[in-house]
């Protein structure tokens, strides 16, 4: 019987395994860190992510080849294969700071998989690091049916007979349920790089019809229909063209700023700063909605009470990780507004938490996350939409949430105060249906209406 052992139960680490638990009776998988609260959640009914389908498949194999565990040295010396899934947070001093990627976590595990391994191991990196190289390309909020039915599964590793050898295990576990087509092999470089640029692509792919969103509100254009037009030539494709605040998620930003940094150091300046970029319109998509935000109501929103609908950095997920909605209430805050803020799935103390959080704190082990000591006193977490709407003069949408497009408008209309403002940076709320009922409504890369006009944004 083969022995798995996953270090890092976090987004990655916890549904891959799950899945290959599932497809692979005759594996044993063990899952640890040395987060106990999280070891916790993963053998509780409360798991400590969410991930639609998650639930069922862990109740299906917890206990029977699956299992999570603290005990991380006994596990990684019983197994056959270890998979490392651990931080690897983007460096704030030192060489490379603010691009490069802290190896701390990731030095640290293979120094003791290295001391506690008495058998032959084939080691396989999860996190994205420069062993075999096996990178994720699973989407968070759509996890569990990527694992099951991949476009493609990559494998990289030496070409010598060893790591040709060592491909040939880890092709034997995905093969149980992925087609041989899909399982793609490569040497170290390459894999490492295939999942940088395809994470680059589809950021580059966001910033563009990010751009394009600006100059549609600028000329009358609207965004959705040139991104559809766009997307209608077979050569383009119609995927990841939707216009938002921003895009968020622990990957983009951080992988980029990760080929920015390999760039450089390979002496291919221009290259770098083509990259560079996609994260600078990203951030200036961002500014450009709390300025239309600001600019829109008068040019203040001090002590105004603003509803944040979403929290989360896309919707059917709880995480929260580089998230657009942090820059976005950071910038209102800094302009004195009061927040009332709703996610469905994101607690206060996440929220509060990600809000006084420094820049890249947020991607180290749970437990050496910083707690945050204050609070932010203008915001305030809600439950339910129309609590967090309710007095509100202004109303933005920083995820998209299902629900939010089955809200009861007239209801919220009647309970803010006027003019009541909406400003979708997801474009889930039907414009003519809102302006309609009186609501002043701006959706990003849409036709603007005359009262946002008249009050044109500086970005
Ligand atoms: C991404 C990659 O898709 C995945 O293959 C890789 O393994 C990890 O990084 P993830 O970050 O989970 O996955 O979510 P994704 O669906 O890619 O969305 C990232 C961000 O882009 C979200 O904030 C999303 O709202 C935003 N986005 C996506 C847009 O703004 N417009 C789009 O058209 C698509
Ligand atoms: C282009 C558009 O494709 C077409 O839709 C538009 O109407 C006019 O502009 P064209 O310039 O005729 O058409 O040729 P195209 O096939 O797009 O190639 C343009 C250039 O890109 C060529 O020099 C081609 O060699 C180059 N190219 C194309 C690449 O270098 N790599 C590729 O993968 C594709
Ligand atoms: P990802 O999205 O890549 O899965 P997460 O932050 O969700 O990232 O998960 C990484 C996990 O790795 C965390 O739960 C963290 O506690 C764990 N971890 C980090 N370093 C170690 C280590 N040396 N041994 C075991 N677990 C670790």
Redesign the pocket.
């Given at each position: 019987m083969v022995k798995i052992c996953c270090i890092g139960a976090g987004y990655v680490g916890g549904p891959t395994m799950a899945v290959i638990a599932l497809k692979c009776p005759s594996i044993e998988v063990a899952v640890v860190d040395i987060s106990v609260s999280r070891i916790n959640a993963w053998n509780s009914d409360q798991l400590p992510i969410y991930e639609p389908g998650l639930d069922g498949v862990v109740k299906e194999c917890r206990g029977r080849n699956l299992f999570f565990s603290t005990d991380v040295e006994k596990n990684v010396s019983e197994a056959d294969i270890v998979f490392v899934s651990v931080n690897t947070p983007t460096k704030t001093q030192g060489l490379g700071a603010g691009k490069a990627a802290d190896l701390t976590y990731w030095e640290s595990a293979a120094r003791m998989i290295a001391d506690v391994s008495k058998s032959n191991k084939i080691v396989v990196e999860k996190s994205t690091v420069p062993i075999l190289s096996n990178p994720?390309?699973?989407?968070?909020?759509t996890a569990i049916s990527d694992l099951l039915s991949p476009d493609r599964v990559l494998i990289g590793g030496r070409e010598t007979p060893e790591g040709q050898a060592a491909i040939k295990s880890l092709k034997d576990v995905y093969a149980q349920w992925v087609p041989e087509d899909r399982i793609l092999t490569t040497n170290l470089w390459s894999a490492e790089l295939s999942k940088l640029a395809?994470?680059a692509f589809?950021a580059q792919r966001?910033s563009s019809?990010n751009a394009m969103s600006a100059l549609c509100e600028a000329t009358g254009a609207d965004v959705t229909q040139v991104s559809f037009a766009v997307g209608k030539d077979t050569r383009i494709g119609p995927k990841?063209?939707?216009a938002?605040v921003?895009?968020?998620?622990?990957?983009?930003q951080k992988d980029i700023l990760n080929l920015v940094y390999i760039c450089e150091c390979n002496g291919l300046p221009e290259v770098a700063e083509y990259w560079k970029q996609v994260i600078k319109i990203n951030d200036y998509q961002k500014n450009r909605f709390v300025n239309r935000v600001v600019s829109s109501m008068f040019n203040t929103v001090s002590n105004k009470k603003i509803a944040i609908l979403g929290f989360a950095?896309?919707k059917d997920t709880g995480d929260t990780r580089e998230?657009?909605a942090i820059d976005v209430c950071k910038g209102l805050l800094g302009d004195k507004a009061r927040l009332s803020i709703y996610d469905p799935q994101v607690t206060d103390d996440q929220i509060q938490r990600d809000l006084t959080m420094k820049k890249f704190d947020w991607d180290h082990p749970l437990h050496l996350q910083p707690t945050s000591p204050t609070t932010v006193k203008q915001v305030t977490v809600v439950w339910d939409a129309y609590e967090a709407t309710k007095d509100a003069h202004g109303l933005c949408f920083l995820t998209e949430w299902d629900e939010f497009k089955t809200l009861d408008y007239k209801r919220i209309y009647d309970n803010m105060q006027k003019p009541a403002f909406v400003f979708d940076g997801r474009n889930v709320v039907n414009v003519d249906k809102l302006r309609e009922i009186g609501f002043i409504v701006y959706s990003i890369g849409k036709p603007l209406d005359a009262w946002l006009k008249d009050m044109p944004a500086v970005a």
């Open positions: 994720e390309f699973l989407a968070e909020g395809a994470n589809l966001i019809v990841f063209l939707n938002s921003g895009f968020g998620g622990s990957c983009f950095f896309k998230t657009p």
